[in-house]
Nanobody
Framework: QLQASGGGLVQAGGPLRLSCAASLRTFSRYAMGWFRQAPGKEREFVAAINWSGISTYYGDSVKGRFTISRDNAKNAVYLQMNSLKPEDTAVYYC?????????????????WGQGTQVTVSS
């Protein structure tokens, strides 16, 4: 129900934009989030956005560099990543949270996409 795309190989300092297409019937009612998981590490919160797009939340490691947005008319959520660093290398997942309160932990989300690989070279 969630399809993430846009990953790839990018040089440090460069940008990349991830997209997540959702086939949820009531997409506009869901908070949406992005998480990432590097090899050998736990899944980490990256960013989240509430149903209307007015409220956004970011993990400390990406604040000021990443921007989450959504288009409810297109059932899509995006993650614009700028000033990428090698430590941003991970598989990035989009997820949907059916509650009104936006979650920043994996347990808040019950719908997950398959992930897209982002590799940042130094």
């Amino acid at each position: 129900q969630l399809q993430a795309s846009g990953g790839g190989l990018v040089q440090a300092g460069g940008p990349l934009r991830l997209s997540c297409a959702a086939s949820l019937r009531t997409f506009s009612r869901y908070a949406m989030g992005w998480f990432r998981q590097a090899p050998g590490k736990e899944r980490e919160f990256v960013a989240a956005i509430n149903w209307s797009g007015i409220s956004t939340y970011y993990g400390d490691s990406v604040k000021g560099r990443f921007t989450i947005s959504r288009d409810n008319a297109k059932n899509a959520v995006y993650l614009q990543m700028n000033s990428l660093k090698p430590e941003d290398t991970a598989v990035y997942y989009c997820a949907a949270d059916p509650s009104f309160i936006v979650g920043v932990t994996t347990s808040a989300y019950d719908n997950w996409g398959q992930g897209t690989q982002v590799t940042v070279s130094s």
